[in-house]
């Protein structure tokens, strides 16, 4: 095994723990590890982190349903309002320079954590 190979493994390992152990939030996660520990440029590392957090959402989720934590009165709403929305963040993703991306990517996980002390 290469050492590629190896921090792209504890990259994944790292994003799962926290989407499973938060019920989301591993693209946060995701995206750092992407940039900063593989080299990948911002905006690849946006769009591939969409892509590494939708099998590991599948996977928590079907945990949290088995264990009766889901609302399941929200789940197909949300679901919609979430694939509207990601269609248009990756339409935007396309449209905008990197660094409005990070602006914003750094001031919704600013919001999120300020949010998560109050």
């Known amino acids: 095994m290469t050492v590629k ?28 590890l992407l940039k900063g520990m593989l080299g990948y440029d911002d905006k690849r590392a946006h769009a591939t982190a969409i892509f590494v957090i939708a099998p590991v959402c599948a996977a928590s989720a079907v945990i949290y349903i088995i264990n009766g934590y889901a609302a399941t009165d929200v789940i197909i709403p949300a679901a919609l309002g979430s694939v509207a929305g990601g269609l248009c963040g990756a339409y935007f993703l396309s449209r905008f320079p990197k660094t409005v991306i990070n602006y914003v990517f750094i001031a919704l996980m600013f919001a999120a954590g300020v949010r998560m002390l109050f």
Do not use: Q
Request: glycine share 28%; no cysteine; net charge positive.
């Open 5 to 32: 190979f190896l921090k792209r493994v504890t990259a994944g390992l790292l994003t799962g723990a926290v989407n499973g152990l938060f019920g989301g939030g591993g693209g946060m996660v995701a995206v750092p």
